[in-house]
């Protein structure tokens, strides 16, 4: 059975610093591109960064290029966002998935979802 757990959301001031993680279980984690997408309400899901298999290669929307970090720990089976001077509007549901196509940046080529995990930065 397929589950991506994310963890490690909450609420912290404009500036401030969280990071998520991603556990993974029941496919072959180490295989698959990682990726972070997150969703403000009323507006769409939007992609946030990705990850390669191998954790050497990365992608990162623009608003979030230079603040967020995303790693991997293959021997662990997690995915990691270290999310750093946040802003309110990076407010959102985080969710972490998984594909099958190298760095993948939109959601639909994207084969499994975590429930995500809820992120509040206050002015």
């Known amino acids: 059975q397929v589950q991506l757990v994310e963890s490690g959301g909450g609420s912290v001031q404009a500036g401030g610093s969280l990071r998520l993680s991603c556990a993974a279980s029941?496919?072959?984690?180490?295989?698959?591109?990682m990726g972070w997408f997150r969703q403000a309400p009323g507006k769409e899901r939007e992609f946030a960064a990705v990850?390669?298999?191998?954790?050497?290669?990365?992608v990162y929307e623009d608003s979030v290029k230079g603040r967020f970090t995303i790693s991997r720990d293959n021997a662990k089976n997690t995915l990691y966002l270290q999310m750093n001077s946040l802003k309110p509007e990076d407010t959102a549901v985080y969710y972490c998935?998984?594909?099958?196509?190298?760095?993948?940046?939109?959601?639909?080529?994207?084969?499994?979802w975590g429930q995500g995990t809820q992120v509040t930065v206050s002015s």
């Open positions: 990850i390669g298999w191998s954790g050497s290669n990365a």
């Open positions: 998935a998984a594909s099958t196509i190298h760095i993948a940046t939109m959601a639909d080529e994207y084969r499994y």
């Open positions: 029941g496919f072959a984690f180490s295989l698959y591109t």
